[in-house]
């Protein structure tokens, strides 16, 4: 099975920068998701990593080292509405795991 | 496109009963994964369909199954429902090939009394 951490809970100011860690270990990986889930809703995919380097999005980018078993998200110019748990999942062999979220507070 | 729907939103039963969810996903994703979100145990994997088989599953007793039809509809049921069965049910849709995003649907919150 996997491995999955991530902080459990980061806090931030309004126009800041949050990067969430997240390492793991499995075997036959596919490749690194990380989903926004706000409270009540169901989790909304960000991104995606299967190769080592960095894909950016918008406000919200993430790196992948495979070597290390090692991703992060960064999320630049942070908004009110980015306040939200933050999940790390793994995929491999069809399936996909999932870290226990780190919740990030913005704050004003 | 629209995206994934989950019936019913909330569910409410007592325990030893049974219960049935519904999930059609995303038009063309042929994979339907089920999801169980617990306070305490996070997002846990119960198993995945493609093409009308169950091709992975977690580690979860044998009172949750599941099933596909041609349609890529997917159903899971819980049998003899716990108390500890209290939690949100999400399914997610994929097209399903290894490296395939997921989306997921709204969920099915159930709470057993």
């Known amino acids: 099975g996997q491995n999955i951490d991530q902080p459990t809970e980061m806090t931030a100011t309004e126009g800041a920068i949050v990067q969430i860690n997240c390492t793991y270990q499995?075997?036959?990986?596919?490749?690194l998701f990380w989903y926004q889930q706000h409270a009540g809703e169901a989790p909304t995919f960000l991104s995606y990593n299967v190769l080592d380097g960095l894909e950016e999005k918008g406000r919200f980018s993430s790196f992948l080292s495979r070597s290390k078993g090692y991703s992060y998200l960064l999320l630049k110019e942070l908004q009110m509405k980015d306040s939200a748990s933050y999940l790390c999942?793994?995929?491999?062999?069809?399936?996909?795991?999932f870290g226990a979220g780190t919740t990030v507070t913005v704050r004003a | 496109k629209a995206g994934v729907t989950q019936t019913p939103r909330y569910l409410i039963k007592t325990r030893g009963q049974q219960v049935t969810l519904s999930c059609s996903p995303i038009s063309g994703h042929r994979s339907v994964s089920w999801y169980q979100q617990t306070p305490g145990q996070g997002l846990q994997f119960l198993f995945e369909y493609f093409s009308e088989t169950q091709r992975n599953k977690g580690n979860f007793p044998g009172r949750f199954s599941g099933r596909q039809f041609s349609n890529s509809r997917s159903e899971m049921n819980v049998s003899t429902l716990e108390l500890g069965d209290s939690a949100l049910y999400l399914c997610a849709s994929s097209a399903g090939g290894p490296q395939e995003t997921q989306y997921f649907g709204p969920g099915t919150r159930l709470l057993v009394l």
């Open positions: 499995t075997s036959g990986f596919n490749g």
């Open positions: 999942a793994v995929r491999a062999d069809y399936k996909l795991s």
